[in-house]
């Protein structure tokens, strides 16, 4: 009889003990779930606002660089445009107003043939005007063979050749400005022009004008 009532209060401690052990761990895991769920839940909205600023930035960065290229056009288009002073008249001639050669180098471009032209006008430090085609004598069959001027200098754009402005019109043959010469051009009292028909003698040499 002893015996029986000693296994009895034996089962009933197991249970107790299982029941006690299974509570533990419910209580256990319910304590993980809500330390972990909010913190998932936090992380998912990090990653998610990390991503939309990672959206904003990159769409800003678009835009700014749009805006760069486009403030870089703009600034290419005026370039250009400010550095002709030339028109054409009703003769298709070239027409240079000499109050508007300077010692800054003017590239003035003309149309009227099959093939872009530009002439360079300056006014040289001893006071006369000088004028040229923009490509080179030898090298405008690359295509790069005109210049750029930058205080003071040109620069040929296909073999690098620099010379002073001062040397414009005045040196025929070699890496410099195809020189217009006096009798290719008529000077007045206000205009430099320059014919179609002597335009149309050196359209050849812009064959193959890149600039």
């Known amino acids: 009889m ?21 509570t533990s761990g419910v209580i256990l895991l319910v304590a993980l779930l809500t330390v972990m769920v909010p913190q998932l839940s936090k992380n998912k909205q990090d990653t998610n606002k990390d991503k939309t600023v990672y959206s904003e930035n990159t769409d800003t960065s678009k835009a700014t660089q749009d805006e760069i290229d486009s403030q870089s056009t703009d600034t290419i288009d005026n370039e250009t445009e400010s550095t002709s002073i030339a028109s054409i008249d009703n003769k298709d001639s070239l027409v240079i107003p ?4 300077t010692d800054q180098v003017s590239f003035n471009p003309y149309n009227k043939l099959n093939n872009t032209m530009e002439v360079i006008a300056v006014k040289a430090s001893d006071g006369t005007i000088r004028t040229a085609f923009n490509t080179c004598q030898v090298c405008n069959g690359s295509g790069r ?46 205009s430099i022009i320059i014919s179609k028909a002597t335009l149309k003698q050196y359209e050849g040499i812009f064959d193959n004008w890149k600039n």
Not at 2 to 22: A, F, P, Q, R, S
Not at 98 to 101: L, M
């Open 98 to 101: 000499i109050a508007s050669v």
């Open 2 to 22: 002893n015996k029986k009532k000693t296994n009895y209060t034996n089962k009933k401690g197991e249970k107790k003990y299982i029941i006690l052990k299974v």
């Open 145 to 190: 063979g005109y210049y750029k001027e930058e205080n003071g200098v040109l620069t040929c754009q296909n073999c690098g050749n620099q010379f002073s402005v001062d040397d414009i019109g005045m040196i025929r043959g070699g890496c410099n400005p195809v020189p217009i010469s006096d009798d290719e051009k008529k000077v007045t009292d206000t």
